[in-house]
């Protein structure tokens, strides 16, 4: 578990320190943009939902609950490795669907 807590926090670091700050304060504040980036996160990521929480913790000050409690109920739902495994059983279309 500690290789993804790591991991999580390597790119969350790289995050928070190449996208400027106002940037991510004005994603944080919009309406529907804030849900969006966090979700996109948590699917990119595939943290374990363990790790899941250490990485929202550094977002608390930019990014309202809502977003938060999205990437956290997104993130061990659904994540690229496991598309990449339905992928790898079941055909394309039924994935999509």
Known sequence: MSKYLVIGALITACIQTFISRSDLISL???PVASYVF???????????????AFV??????????????????????????????????????FVID
Do not use: I
Not at 57 to 62: G, Q, V, Y
Not at 67 to 82: I, Q
């Open 38 to 52: 966090m979700m996109g996160f948590a699917y990119v990521l595939s943290l374990c939902s363990t790790s899941d």
């Open 28 to 30: 944080g504040n919009g």
């Open 56 to 93: 929202a913790s550094a977002f608390s000050h930019t990014f309202a609950l809502g977003p938060l409690v999205s990437f956290l109920v997104l993130g061990p739902m659904l994540d690229f490795k496991s598309t990449l495994m339905l992928l790898s059983t079941f055909r394309t279309r």
